[in-house]
């Protein structure tokens, strides 16, 4: 059959649509798929002070059109409480438990330190969406971006309404806010907080004592770095090489010989 111009047009964009909506509802699956498994991983955060030598790229996030438009009317309201409450009632609600999660975790991202605090608050008095599983990571991640700011009273008082909820800290909550207290170069509490973090029956693991040992060998606290390493030999696996790990990783920049 001999199709005249205008049919041979008419047909072909007809084709092209058909194959352009296959390839956005590919993309679409593609999308969530990649979503569902990144939520899925178990993330392991480096708090405190940490090097950025050899730091592998981060993974990309890939985030949902309508939460990347939450993000911005949220950017463009930050300076109005009025306006900024508003896109949380009537926008940030609107979005699934799954976005909500994106735009807080986009904003901790981007240092956007307000916005967060805003949204966590959101996220906390929501009790029908049912966040209650993810409270002690979603306030680990607070404690941790407030101690990247150095806002240490902001922090302690994160870490208290944990306590005051009647949740029970985890190993990772004490170790953001050791970290934070670190970032301060607060010895005192961040050793004041190890010793409560024990006696509460949390264990201490590998990072808690890096975090402990490497910034008290830059203050130059010997002694007490030498309590840690005999405490760490309960905790840790492979105890002799978790400290020459933390001998290479810290103490060689400083000329420093850890006694094994």
């Not at 072909?12 to 798929?33: A, C, G, P, V």
């Amino acid at each position: 059959m001999i199709l005249s111009p205008h049919e041979w047009i008419f047909l072909t964009k007809t084709r092209l649509q058909n194959s352009n909506s296959i390839n956005n509802r590919i993309d679409y699956y593609d999308n969530f798929e990649n979503n569902r498994r990144r939520r899925s991983k178990v993330t392991t955060v480096v708090c405190g002070l940490r090097s950025y030598k050899n730091k592998k790229p981060p993974t990309q996030m890939v985030i949902s059109k309508e939460s990347v438009q939450v993000i911005q009317a949220l950017k463009l309201a930050k300076n109005s409480d009025e306006k900024l409450n508003q896109v949380l009632k009537l926008r940030l609600l609107r979005l699934l438990k799954a976005d909500v999660l994106d735009v807080l975790a986009e904003l901790q991202r981007q240092n956007q330190l307000h916005l967060s605090l805003k949204v966590l608050e959101f996220i906390i008095n929501d009790e029908e969406a049912g966040y209650d599983e993810l409270l002690l990571p979603l306030y680990s991640d607070t404690i941790l971006l407030l101690g990247k700011n150095k806002m240490i009273e902001m922090a302690e008082e994160m870490f208290n309404r944990v306590v005051e909820k009647g949740l029970k800290p985890d190993t990772r909550l004490f170790n953001e806010m050791i970290g934070a207290y670190l970032q301060v170069d607060n010895t005192e509490k961040a050793m004041n907080l190890y010793r409560s973090m024990k006696d509460s029956g949390c264990l201490p693991d590998e990072l808690t004592f890096t975090i402990l040992i490497k910034n008290l060998l830059k203050n130059g606290e010997h002694e007490l770095v030498e309590t840690l390493k005999k405490e760490s030999f309960d905790y840790v696996n492979e105890h002799d090489n978790f400290v020459q790990r933390v001998q290479q990783k810290h103490a060689k920049k400083k000329h420093i010989k850890l006694v094994m």
